[in-house]
Nanobody
Framework: QVELVESGGGLAQPGGSLRLSCAVS????????VGWYRRTPDKERELVASINIGGITKFASSVNGRFTISRDNAKNTVTLQMNSLKPEDTAVYFCYGNILSRYTWGQGTQVTVSS
């Protein structure tokens, strides 16, 4: 069974940075795409960033220009670099892998942006 394990969440000040990592238990190229969603109590789940098998990246408009996503094919990891953080980035962030519209999820990691 595929496992995705996130790490790197925590507390950051507005304007600060955090890096989230997701370790995938199998070859990352088995997935059509991998990336990150986030969820808050008062908002629907939002796709934050994704990278597909061809290396094409997509970002939510709310994070475009501030977040980057990368993939380490040798280590089977996906990294979300979050810069210029805002309080509205506070959420639980979930790593995912998608194979033909079947999703596998990580357990989630809390990101809190507050002064």
């Amino acid at each position: 069974q595929v496992e995705l394990v996130e790490s790197g969440g925590g507390l950051a000040q507005p304007g600060g940075s955090l890096r989230l990592s997701c370790a995938v238990s199998e070859n990352i190229f088995n997935f059509n795409s991998v990336g990150w969603y986030r969820r808050t109590p008062d908002k629907e789940r939002e796709l934050v960033a994704s990278i597909n098998i061809g290396g094409i990246t997509k970002f939510a408009s709310s994070v475009n220009g501030r977040f980057t996503i990368s993939r380490d094919n040798a280590k089977n990891t996906v990294t979300l670099q979050m810069n210029s953080l805002k309080p509205e980035d506070t959420a639980v962030y979930f790593c995912y892998g998608n194979i033909l519209s079947r999703y596998t999820w990580g357990q989630g990691t809390q990101v809190t942006v507050s002064s």
